[in-house]
């Protein structure tokens, strides 16, 4: 049986404390994904995006958060983006993603193609059984931590995803 492999993801750096991405980012580029990152600078009203692999620079973007060194894209590229993987402060069960705020991923996923997974990764901790949800709020459909997966039950993840 073939695994499902993304050929693009759209996934982010990670800063502390959040749980780190450089070992997925390596992986999936190792598997031959293209991987693109956010590129912040140009604020949180204005998604960007550049083409990133395992040793490309950084630069300290907005909120010293680490972007690829690199031209940005116009924010249609994550039209590209069959995956996301997603930062957050919390998430929960029915799928609720709370991000740090200023809408930037929200506005972001709003203009990405609605079959594109959306996995958020957070720490054990951050994981509730319900959140407040907001209008433009956009949800997930996966939550995974350093111990367990949690497939939203309104889900689309593959049956093939190769979890566990």
Do not use: C, H
């Not at 407040?132 to 309104?154: C, K, L, Y």
């Amino acid at each position: 049986m073939a695994t499902w492999l993304p050929g693009v993801v759209a996934a982010y750096a990670s800063v502390d404390p959040e749980p780190g991405t450089e070992a997925i980012l390596t992986i999936l580029s190792g598997l031959g994904t293209r991987l693109l990152l956010p590129v912040l600078s140009g604020g949180p009203a204005k998604p960007g995006w550049a083409w990133w692999k395992p040793g490309d620079p950084w630069r300290s973007g907005a909120f010293g958060i680490p972007e690829p060194d690199s031209p940005p894209l116009e924010a249609d590229a994550i039209w590209e983006a069959e995956l996301f993987i997603l930062p957050g402060l919390a998430g929960s069960t029915e799928g609720t993603r709370l991000g740090v705020g200023g809408g930037w991923y929200d506005r972001a996923l709003a203009q990405a193609d609605p079959g594109a997974l959306r996995w958020l990764l957070l720490n054990d901790d951050e994981v509730m059984d319900s959140l407040p949800i907001d209008p433009w709020d956009q949800p997930v459909d996966a939550i995974f931590t350093e111990t367990r997966w949690i497939n939203i039950a309104s889900s689309k993840v593959p049956d093939d995803v190769p979890i566990g």
